[in-house]
């Protein structure tokens, strides 16, 4: 079975620091792109952050310098350090991956289960 899992949300105060993980496993041959998205209730899902294979980010304006999209290729992992937070980022993060899966040629957008981060005091 083919799969992503979040870890790490949780409860923040305002300025505190979370980091998030996300875990790829099952039959994939290859990873492209790995990136994280949000959605706060009420609102649209959004982008934050993203990260090529070769190590290329993206970042959405309203978390640039606070936020750090890294991943570790070995481990299929893909992890975001978030800093400095702030109320607005409370949300429930998902993570995806454009993987190709063993015996395909496709690129297939994967999806985790998503991680409730909550910042308040």
């Known amino acids: 079975q083919v799969q992503l899992v979040e870890s790490g949300g949780g409860l923040v105060q305002p300025g505190g620091s979370l980091r998030l993980s996300c875990a790829a496993s099952g039959s994939i041959s290859s990873i492209n792109a790995m990136g994280w998205y949000r959605q706060a209730p009420g609102r649209e899902r959004e982008l934050v952050a993203t990260i090529t294979s070769g190590g290329s980010t993206n970042y959405a304006d309203s978390v640039k310098g606070r936020f750090t999209i890294s991943r570790d290729g070995a481990k299929n992992t893909v992890y975001l350090q978030m800093n400095s937070l702030k109320p607005e980022d409370t949300a429930v993060y998902y993570c995806?991956?454009?993987?190709?899966?063993?015996?395909?040629?496709?690129?297939?957008?994967?999806w985790g289960q998503g991680t409730l981060v909550t910042v308040s005091s």
């Open positions: 995806n991956a454009d993987s190709v899966l063993v015996g395909d040629t496709r690129y297939l957008r994967l």
